[in-house]
């Protein structure tokens, strides 16, 4: 589903997506960071799915949204290429595959309430 986003690698545009819920993550120093989970991301200007989830860290443009489980909300983001997969030097094992996702999300608006 994200190999669509590849047709737009570098570009910032709009999305929307419903928001699910917090969770945390260890960042590299070892301390624990809020995350947010957005389902059913789509892109509102072709009205398709770009991808199932994403996760971004709680940043304040997300804090002041106020956001609820259930709430659908409107942001901007860029696409990125990553590498994902398995490897293992040691044995020259290299399973690493492309795919793309959103980062640096901006203007963040709450769009619909989901109660």
Known sequence: MRKE?????????????????????TNYKGHAETTVLLTSVIDPEIDTPVADHVWFNFTKGFEAAGLSPGDVVEFEARIKQYKKGYVNSRYQINRQTVDYKLSHPTKIRLVKSGQ
């Not at 986003?5 to 993550?25: D, M, N, P, Y």
């Open 5 to 25: 986003l590849g047709k737009s690698e570098g570009q910032r545009r709009k999305f929307k997506a419903i928001f699910s819920r917090l969770g945390t993550k």
